[in-house]
């Protein structure tokens, strides 16, 4: 006699999307497989203050395994996906092992996008991953060592020159918490230079700083960050950028800033998934190369095959895709695990996805942050207070809310960043 073979749920991706789809389906009558190219779940939102010191990496993280240990049902394998064959119900992984899948659900996320000029990523690094956090904390603070040392003043002023691309939340946030680091935490640790002299450019192409908040947000924020001390350049395009600067275009006029440190925030495209599951399945894709999903989620043709979170393309009331934000991936991966286990218990399931938009928040520093919570537009302390509960309640372990909660206060009542620390082995610096 066989043993009857329980269904096979595969889950590629263990980010806010497929974490949450895992989390769903604990109780699914299946046997359930998520594979990611990381063993841990990573708070993104978080990310920038890895890369300017204020947290640690394990504070923003959990492992995978640890977060679904409860889980009879579940397992963890760590590996890279490389493909996919859907004739066979199949998912292709670099080692060329395969997992078998009666359902799939692909949450494989974004990658940061340069608009066709890849070549710029040497020299204008983004912050998807822990390792662009921690080598970006490492860039930033090595430009103040290297600062020091240099006799050119010139040069000096290239050194402490940081240009942020791009005006949304990813951006704001970093060249925020920049001016509290030269300003305030390093004020007093160096000897040769003043690190609040240092000069902070914010880049953006539209006519305002975080663009899908209302105006008056938008304003706000603008106001703080020139109160902060930092260059809000609206309506200017990025044309170039090398290992001493950027060339910047606002109208006609075109202006090279000679810094050491360009930070890119301003777009994302999709994984490298996302183009191999769409020629494994003839599915289109949008310019940034999402995946075009049917209204429940699925793949046209393909309906035991889910596309979740930034990876697809998704529209929304108004006809827009949805927006790359956490919340997103959150309800479409519970809402995939609904669809598979209604299908698994032979009752109805739903057949279209609705996203209930809770609401857009980003912060600017100290104290200031700005809240579109729709019946509720909160700035200032107010939206910073709501910052700081919602995204604590958002980290998926009590540990990591306890740790990032206690390094918070800390940093508050100090101004110091406890991980200001240069990891990567810190080459000689020879002035030019």
Avoid: C
């Amino acid at each position: 006699m066989t043993e009857h073979r329980k269904p096979q749920i595969v889950i590629i991706g263990g980010g806010f999307g497929g974490l949450n789809a895992a989390k769903a389906l604990r109780d699914a009558p299946a046997d359930v497989t998520l594979i990611d190219k990381r063993n841990f779940h990573l708070f993104q939102p978080l990310l920038y203050q890895v890369a300017t010191g204020a947290l640690s990496p394990a504070n923003i993280a959990a492992p995978l395994r640890a977060l679904v240990a409860g889980q009879a049902n579940t397992r963890v394998v760590l590996g890279e996906v490389a493909g996919f064959a859907p004739a066979e119900n199949r998912v292709i992984l670099g080692d060329g092992s395969a997992i078998p899948y009666d359902s799939l659900i692909v949450a494989a996320g974004m990658r940061n996008s340069y608009f066709g000029n890849d070549q710029w990523e040497q020299y204008a690094p983004g912050l998807k991953t822990i390792e662009d956090a921690t080598d970006i904390r490492g860039q930033l603070l090595t430009a103040f060592e290297r600062a020091e040392q240099e006799p050119d003043p010139d040069r000096v002023r290239s050194l402490l020159t940081f240009v942020v691309v791009g005006g949304g939340p990813t951006g704001v946030e970093l060249a925020g918490a920049l001016s509290e680091i030269a300003r305030y935490t390093l004020r007093g640790n160096f000897r040769r230079i003043d690190p609040a002299a240092a000069r902070i450019i914010l880049v953006e192409g539209l006519d305002r700083v975080l663009s899908s908040y209302t105006e008056n947000l938008s304003a706000y924020a603008r106001r703080t960050l020139e109160s902060m001390g930092i260059e809000v350049r609206l309506g200017t395009f990025v044309q170039a950028v090398d290992a001493e600067g950027v060339t910047v275009k606002t109208g006609e006029t075109l202006d090279r800033i000679e810094a050491q440190t360009v930070l890119w925030g301003a777009g994302v495209r999709a994984s490298e998934l996302g183009a191999a599951l769409a020629a494994a399945t003839s599915a289109e894709t949008d310019r940034p190369g999402r995946v075009i999903v049917a209204p429940d989620t699925s793949i046209p043709g393909h309906p035991n095959i889910f596309v979740i979170g930034d990876l697809a393309h998704f529209k929304g009331s108004d006809g827009k895709p949805l927006p790359g934000v956490a919340q997103v991936a959150i309800q479409q991966g519970k809402f995939a695990a609904a669809v598979i286990k209604a299908r698994l218990r032979g009752q109805p399931a739903p057949t279209r996805f609705v996203y209930r938009d809770l609401g857009n928040m980003a912060t600017i520093g100290r104290a200031a942050a700005v809240a579109d919570l729709h019946l509720f537009k909160l700035k200032g302390v107010i939206g910073w207070l709501a910052w700081l509960f919602i995204h604590l309640m958002q980290l998926v372990s009590f540990q990591n809310r306890m740790l990032v909660f206690l390094q918070w206060a800390w940093s508050y009542f100090t101004r110091n960043r406890a991980a200001r620390l240069i990891t990567a082995e810190y080459e000689p610096y020879r002035p030019q």
